[in-house]
T-cell receptor, first 116, second 114 residues
Framework: NAGVTQTPKFQVLKTGQSMTLQCAQDMNHEYMSWYRQDPGMGLRLIHYSVGAGITDQGEVPNGYNVSRSTTEDFPLRLLSAAPSQTSVYFC???????????????FGPGTRLLVL | GNSVTQMEGPVTLSEEAFLTINCTYTATGYPSLFWYVQYPGEGLQLLLKATKADDKGSNKGFEATYRKETTSFHLEKGSVQVSDSAVYFCALIDSGGSNYKLTFGKGTLLTVNP
């Protein structure tokens, strides 16, 4: 298994440009999420999905869109990039345990985004 | 809401020193608690976890005990190595059955010198 993969690894954008960060997992996990990591802030949840066709907002959703058409893929879209979106973005996936809670989240290697 | 507070770094130790990174939490339900580690240039990896009070998670010589009475999950290692240099994140998931949101602390940078 490849686990959680993310592309690209690094991207430079100009303010106002759009782009999509790709995330895929081959573990058949129901739950997927996007986090951003900023110095001194830890990781903050942007959006998450509990299954194909179901998405919801996290802590910092503004400026980002997501969709989940398949179990495997969970792309993150920036419609009009802003310098405040300069960050490292991590995708994660997990499955629901028999007890109903969420088990360990598996993280991708990250996408480093610079918005000029 | 849920929150995690961990000791601010950076923490610098000599090889074979004892390590403690403090972590306390606030949660509305009965959370599961995690320590994740991030090595330079990589994503996060699960280091250990505990799902109920008094559970002890352990891995690679690291340990943490879920203390409900003090709402704490401190990370310890008896003898650190240079290869342990990384950022360590304490985190929780509120195990209410439908809450999938992992809440992180801000991270603690550990540097171990030979």
């Amino acid at each position: 298994n490849a686990g959680v993969t993310q592309t690209p690894k690094f991207q430079v954008l100009k303010t106002g440009q759009s782009m999509t960060l790709q995330c895929a997992q081959d573990m058949n996990h129901e739950y997927m999420s996007w986090y951003r990591q900023d110095p001194g802030m830890g990781l903050r949840l942007i959006h998450y999905s509990v299954g194909a066709g179901i998405t919801d907002q996290g802590e910092v959703p503004n400026g980002y869109n997501v969709s989940r058409s398949t179990t495997e893929d969970f792309p993150l879209r920036l419609l009009s990039a802003a310098p405040s979106q300069t960050s490292v973005y991590f995708c994660a996936s997990s499955y629901q345990s028999l007890a109903g809670g969420v088990e360990t989240q598996y993280f991708g290697p990250g996408t480093r985004l610079l918005v000029l | 809401g849920n929150s995690v507070t961990q000791m601010e770094g950076p923490v610098t130790l000599s090889e074979e020193a004892f390590l403690t990174i403090n972590c306390t939490y606030t949660a509305t339900g009965y959370p599961s608690l995690f320590w994740y580690v991030q090595y330079p240039g990589e994503g996060l990896q699960l280091l250990l976890k505990a799902t109920k009070a008094d559970d002890k998670g352990s891995n690679k010589g690291f340990e943490a005990t879920y203390r409900k009475e003090t709402t704490s999950f401190h990370l310890e290692k008896g003898s650190v190595q240079v290869s342990d240099s990384a950022v360590y994140f304490c985190a929780l998931i509120d195990s209410g059955g439908s809450n999938y949101k992992l809440t992180f602390g801000k991270g603690t940078l550990l540097t171990v010198n030979p």
